[in-house]
């Protein structure tokens, strides 16, 4: 079955936190990670549905859903699931606060790599936890730990979390099983627990990579991880606010669910309806689209020979980002120049990556055609290329 990413609707005016930042200037949006495509048929027909019917009480959690969640796991990802381990929940930063929570005490510490999704910065700070923070390397042509530094970090007696980002924002990684089980010896030994969102773990678009659920290396690892999955990067669901967060062993899944209760993070009707349709039926369109993005990252492969000092150092495996190393331009706020030459990208500083973009690519092929372009012309004014 064929489906059509290089037309999509307008998305100015509909209520879009990417289109609506830019309301009314010559900018494109390509910052925040949601795609500009149109979800799969079966989960637009499920939202359509649902709201033809008219009724909006509170939703249930039916069998279904959970059936839904546990055939993907093990159809796409060899792990077997029990549908009482699941806790669905309206967003997954909610579960990054609840894990670091739910398993350190207030002033004991937090490990997490940088440049990294905000949150994993935020939630320990505001949690009352000591964030522990470490720079990737670039290493051997890939991203990776800096395996020392880590486990020193580990060995700190009050440190007490993980959190682990598998495929990693903003740097595309798709870690492979040598260097999760170098995690995982890690954490086995200094008894931290693991917080590890995988939200992004359904677009590897390197066909050499392979995701693996950090929780399926052995059953003593499931039992100090807190998962976190959604469908709303692969099937672009993100506004309808559903993801949840897989907790297998019961003492750290009580604890976990403690720190949540009470909050009103529950998800939507909406969002149960298009996360099983996603699941049951969404996997022809996954598949294009993981083709579609394909192509779109060798256009922009392409481009780049010609824009000197827009440095990207490893082709994204996964998702839709591509993290650029802009400090060969010169530009005191690189980010600011390129939104001036109408391109609005992430800036990295809000990464911990100053000095860095990142560019969200799932979207049409002309408009990338169309960003790639702004971006040369404010690559050729910049003052590194004149030095
Ligand atoms: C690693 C990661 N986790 C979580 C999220 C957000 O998830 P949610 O919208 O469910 O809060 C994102 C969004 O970009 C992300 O990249």
């Given at each position: 079955?064929?489906?059509?990413f290089?037309?999509c609707?307008?998305?100015?005016?509909?209520?879009?936190?990417?289109?609506?930042?830019?309301?009314?200037?010559?900018?494109?949006?390509?910052?925040?990670?949601?795609?500009?495509?149109?979800?799969p048929?079966?989960?637009?027909?499920?939202?359509?549905?649902?709201?033809?019917?008219?009724?909006?009480?509170?939703?249930a959690?039916?069998?279904?859903?959970?059936?839904?969640?546990?055939?993907h796991?093990?159809?796409?990802?060899?792990?077997e699931v029990?549908?009482?381990?699941?806790?669905?929940?309206?967003?997954?930063?909610?579960?990054?606060?609840a894990?670091?929570?739910?398993?350190?005490?207030?002033g004991?510490s937090?490990?997490t790599t940088?440049?990294?999704?905000?949150?994993?910065?935020?939630?320990p700070?505001?949690?009352e936890?000591?964030?522990?923070?470490l720079?990737?390397?670039?290493?051997?042509g890939r991203?990776?730990?800096?395996?020392e530094?880590?486990?020193?970090?580990?060995?700190?007696p009050?440190?007490?979390?993980?959190?682990?980002?598998?495929?990693?924002?903003?740097?595309?990684?798709v870690?492979?099983?040598?260097?999760?089980?170098?995690?995982?010896?890690?954490?086995?030994?200094?008894?931290?627990?693991?917080?590890?969102?995988?939200?992004?773990?359904?677009?590897?678009?390197d066909?050499?990579?392979?995701?693996?659920?950090f929780?399926?290396?052995?059953?003593?690892?499931?039992?100090?991880?807190?998962?976190?999955?959604?469908?709303?990067?692969?099937?672009?669901?993100?506004?309808?606010?559903?993801?949840?967060?897989?907790?297998?062993?019961?003492?750290?899944?009580a604890?976990?669910?403690?720190v949540?209760?009470?909050?009103?993070?529950?998800?939507n009707?909406?969002?149960?309806?298009?996360?099983q349709?996603?699941?049951?039926h969404?996997?022809?369109?996954?598949?294009?689209?993981?083709?579609?993005?394909?192509?779109?990252?060798?256009?922009?492969?392409?481009?780049?020979?010609g824009?000197?000092?827009?440095?990207?150092?490893?082709?994204p495996?996964?998702?839709?980002?591509a993290?650029?190393d802009?400090?060969?331009?010169g530009?005191?706020d690189a980010?600011?120049e390129?939104?001036?030459?109408?391109?609005?990208?992430?800036?990295g500083?809000d990464?911990?990556?100053?000095?860095?973009?990142?560019?969200n690519?799932?979207?049409?092929?002309?408009?990338?055609?169309?960003?790639?372009?702004?971006?040369?012309?404010?690559?050729?004014?910049?003052p590194?290329?004149?030095?």
């Amino acid at each position: 079955m064929a489906f059509d990413f290089d037309t999509c609707p307008e998305r100015a005016g509909t209520d879009s936190t990417k289109w609506h930042k830019y309301a009314g200037r010559d900018v494109i949006p390509c910052w925040i990670a949601d795609m500009d495509f149109v979800s799969p048929p079966a989960v637009v027909e499920a939202v359509r549905e649902r709201a033809a019917h008219g009724v909006f009480g509170y939703p249930a959690q039916r069998d279904a859903v959970f059936a839904s969640v546990v055939g993907h796991l093990r159809r796409r990802h060899g792990w077997e699931v029990r549908p009482e381990w699941i806790t669905f929940m309206c967003s997954l930063v909610p579960g990054i606060h609840a894990a670091i929570r739910c398993a350190s005490a207030q002033g004991e510490s937090v490990v997490t790599t940088v440049p990294v999704y905000p949150p994993f910065m935020t939630a320990p700070v505001l949690s009352e936890r000591n964030p522990i923070k470490l720079e990737m390397v670039f290493e051997a042509g890939r991203w990776t730990f800096d395996w020392e530094r880590l486990e020193a970090a580990c060995a700190q007696p009050h440190a007490k979390v993980l959190l682990l980002c598998n495929p990693y924002n903003p740097l595309a990684r798709v870690f492979d099983r040598d260097e999760l089980l170098r995690l995982a010896d890690l954490v086995r030994r200094h008894g931290l627990t693991v917080c590890s969102d995988e939200i992004h773990c359904d677009l590897v678009l390197d066909p050499a990579a392979k995701h693996t659920v950090f929780a399926t290396l052995g059953e003593d690892l499931a039992a100090r991880t807190v998962t976190l999955m959604a469908a709303s990067k692969t099937f672009n669901i993100a506004g309808l606010t559903c993801g949840f967060a897989i907790v297998p062993d019961p003492a750290l899944r009580a604890r976990f669910r403690r720190v949540l209760q009470g909050l009103s993070l529950d998800q939507n009707m909406f969002g149960l309806a298009a996360t099983q349709a996603a699941f049951d039926h969404g996997e022809p369109w996954r598949q294009a689209c993981v083709e579609y993005l394909r192509g779109n990252l060798d256009l922009i492969e392409r481009e780049l020979r010609g824009m000197p000092g827009v440095v990207l150092r490893q082709r994204p495996q996964s998702s839709f980002l591509a993290w650029f190393d802009v400090t060969a331009l010169g530009f005191e706020d690189a980010h600011a120049e390129f939104e001036k030459g109408g391109v609005g990208l992430s800036n990295g500083a809000d990464f911990g990556g100053p000095g860095h973009v990142r560019l969200n690519f799932g979207c049409p092929r002309p408009r990338l055609q169309e960003i790639l372009r702004r971006m040369k012309a404010v690559v050729a004014r910049a003052p590194g290329r004149r030095s």
